[in-house]
């Protein structure tokens, strides 16, 4: 029974992480567009919000009963090669989700020298990770 409200647990804590890396990089987008003083600020709190309250919290818990999840089964590891590309596709959007920490300071400061079009392009990121995790422990294919 722990297991399985475990389990729930890390997939209601992921699908919050995966809100905020879905949003931010949108807000990136709004925000490189952005051309007035008060429309920048604005956008530098919303980020500064959403990755510290939200993303933050939200990538650390999912991590933490994904954790839980492997000590109560460690098992999973003979299961197939799914569970090694999947955690791989993990550490992949860890650097993803601090890659975004990045970006928000550098638009707090001032010094985005990227366009709207990049982030248009970046915000697709976490959902092909996204799909390939669900693909990878749905099908188990390997």
């Given at each position: 029974?722990?297991?399985?409200?475990?389990k729930a647990?890390?997939?209601?804590?992921?699908?919050c992480?995966?809100?905020?890396?879905?949003?931010?990089?949108?807000?990136?987008?709004?925000h490189?567009q952005?051309?007035?003083?008060?429309?920048k600020?604005?956008f530098s709190?919303?980020?500064?919000k959403?990755?510290?309250?939200?993303?933050?919290?939200?990538?650390?818990?999912?991590?933490?009963?994904g954790i839980?999840?492997?000590?109560?089964?460690p098992s999973?590891?003979?299961?197939?090669?799914?569970?090694?590309?999947k955690?791989?596709?993990?550490?992949?959007?860890?650097?993803?989700h601090?890659m975004?920490?990045?970006?928000v300071?550098?638009?707090?400061?001032?010094?985005?020298?990227?366009?709207?079009?990049?982030?248009?392009?970046f915000?697709?990121?976490?959902?092909?990770?996204?799909?390939?995790?669900?693909?990878?422990?749905?099908?188990?294919?390997?």
């Amino acid at each position: 029974m722990l297991y399985l409200w475990l389990k729930a647990l890390h997939i209601i804590s992921m699908v919050c992480w995966f809100a905020g890396l879905f949003y931010l990089p949108r807000l990136f987008v709004y925000h490189a567009q952005s051309e007035d003083t008060v429309s920048k600020e604005r956008f530098s709190i919303m980020e500064r919000k959403l990755y510290r309250g939200i993303m933050g919290p939200a990538m650390i818990a999912t991590l933490i009963f994904g954790i839980a999840l492997i000590a109560l089964n460690p098992s999973i590891f003979s299961q197939g090669a799914w569970i090694h590309a999947k955690l791989t596709l993990v550490v992949i959007l860890i650097g993803y989700h601090h890659m975004c920490g990045a970006q928000v300071k550098r638009f707090a400061r001032g010094e985005n020298t990227r366009s709207h079009v990049f982030y248009r392009w970046f915000n697709e990121v976490p959902v092909l990770i996204l799909l390939a995790i669900v693909i990878l422990v749905v099908v188990q294919p390997f």
